[in-house]
């Protein structure tokens, strides 16, 4: 069975200031997807980026960005120019490719809490 | 409003007793997850059904049970509650039931068992 392991339980940063979130998974199969989600306070699951296995390049979306490290098994997030409005819960997740045989669910991190400092 | 819909938002009830808890997906959305998130056990896949029928289980408990009807919302019931399935219990969508793409999540339903 997969796992995805978050090492770091909570974080904080400054304001305006870059962090990066850890993630490492355990996986016998060679095609899945990562993701990362955001739970504000609101408890609200937001999705913040993707990653396809089999893409060598790093997914990025505006100050989102991750750094995918296949072999390693590593799968970080980084967040540039910090605001307050990052402030909540963020978990990795991994999912399986439907050919891989395995769980079509995602299967969770425990989670980082992320605190923005003004 | 991510457009998946989850009613009621709270519910509070006794142990042994029973609820349902109901998910519309977003339109056109085939697939319904259903996931519990808690203090303990984290974020965890209880079930799947695509197009009204089961897809794939995850760590669901045999007291649990979901469906999916013909116009694609979903009921997820539990039975014979215990406090220790006191959790926020979410729904999530996706297009097919192979998603390629993250889940879209419903704002989760918060069921308080006392």
């Known amino acids: 069975a997969q796992t995805v392991t978050q090492s770091q339980p909570e974080m904080s940063v400054q304001e305006a200031e870059t962090v990066t979130l850890s993630c490492t998974y355990d996986?016998?199969?060679?095609?899945?997807?990562l993701f990362w989600y955001k739970q504000p306070p609101s408890r609200q699951m937001i999705l913040v980026i993707r990653?396809?296995?089999?893409k060598q390049q790093n997914a990025t979306e505006n100050r989102f960005s991750v750094n995918f490290q296949k072999a390693a098994k590593s799968f970080s997030l980084k967040i540039s120019d910090s605001q307050l409005g990052d402030a909540a819960m963020y978990f990795c997740?991994?999912?399986?490719?439907?050919w891989g045989g395995g769980a079509d669910g995602l299967t969770f991190g425990k989670g980082t809490h992320l605190i923005i400092q003004p | 409003d991510s457009g998946v819909t989850q009613t009621p938002k709270h519910l509070i009830t006794a142990t042994g007793q029973r609820v349902t808890l109901r998910c519309s997906p977003r339109?056109?959305?085939?697939?319904v997850y259903w996931y519990q998130q808690s203090l303990d056990q984290g974020l965890q896949f209880l079930i799947q059904y695509y197009n009204g029928e089961e897809r794939a289980k995850g760590n669901i408990l045999e007291r649990f049970s979901a469906q999916q009807f013909p116009d694609l919302h979903s009921e997820l019931n539990l039975s014979s509650l215990e406090l220790g399935d006191s959790a926020l219990y979410f729904c999530?969508?996706?297009?097919?039931?192979?998603?390629?793409?993250?889940?879209?999540f419903g704002s989760g339903t918060r069921l308080t068992v006392v």
């Open positions: 990653q396809e296995a089999y």
């Open positions: 999530a969508s996706s297009l097919g039931g192979a998603a390629n793409y993250g889940y879209t």
């Open positions: 997740a991994y999912r399986s490719t439907p």
């Open positions: 996986t016998s199969e060679s095609d899945y997807y």
């Open positions: 339109s056109g959305d085939l697939s």
